[in-house]
């Protein structure tokens, strides 16, 4: 084919010089054809069908450090450990020792920063990580009594999360059971939580007080992420709405944080009324598993 085509240019040379150019014309668009398969028999072409195989772009959506995914990806694959907020290592509540897995964030709950240092694993195998001085397990911000939040510390009011999944708690309550659902206490500050405690401890002591109200610094209600539900009364947990609220709150990304039966290990009275959010992974998980935040976790609240 090659000589073919050197026969052909050699021939179309010869007409320019005796015929001009329109001979040389002419000629050629005679033989399109042939050098039109000589240039494509020299070049490789991929089959129609035949798959991709070239690096794809990620999605470019921002993580909590305000970097793109497709520019952390592009980081990531230059080092070679991972992260924990990439692999994390988690434990199913059946499983008595670590296992690690690769699990996809909730993008329901906000992630911290992975700038924080990991400050080790709990006993069922789960990251420890603080950030800015709050306590982060396995991407869950973590307060009780072992694990404090600074004072300073204030999203202003309920997270935007945690407030849109309530409403939607709302929606179903009404919708499947006509029940009412609504907020008696949700974000304290430090300064509040500071002058509650104090006035529980000077009517009741505290010994006493530590069994159903947070020291400063350790109240859920300071995150934003925790509702006190209708009724702070133990009466609650047999209304309608009550009983409900126990089933349906993990659909939600809720779950009872201090159970019944639980007091020893949480470090507070049952509060039926109590609710955190923790997201919509998490939470049916935690139900399921029928154990509290801390023993899911192989976490401890307990004073210092």
Known sequence: ?????????????????????????????????????????ETEKTPVGAPDLSPKENDSQTTSSGESSSAATTRESASAPTTESETTSVVRPETTTAQTATTAADPSVPQPSTAGNATGLTSRGYTIREVDGITYVDGVMIVNKTYSIPSSYSPGDLTDECRAAFRELQDAAASEAGLSMYVVSGYRSYSTQDGLYNRYVARDGQAEADTYSARPGHSEHQTGLAIDVNSVTYAFADTAEGQWLAANAHRFGFIIRYPKGKQEITGYAYEPWHIRFVGKALAPLVYDSGLCLEEYFGITSVYA
């Open 1 to 41: 084919m090659k000589k073919r085509a050197i026969a052909v240019l050699c021939t179309g040379i010869v007409l320019l010089q005796l015929t001009g150019c329109s001979g040389f014309k002419s000629f050629f668009m005679l033989n399109a054809d042939t050098t039109l398969e000589v240039s494509t028999s």
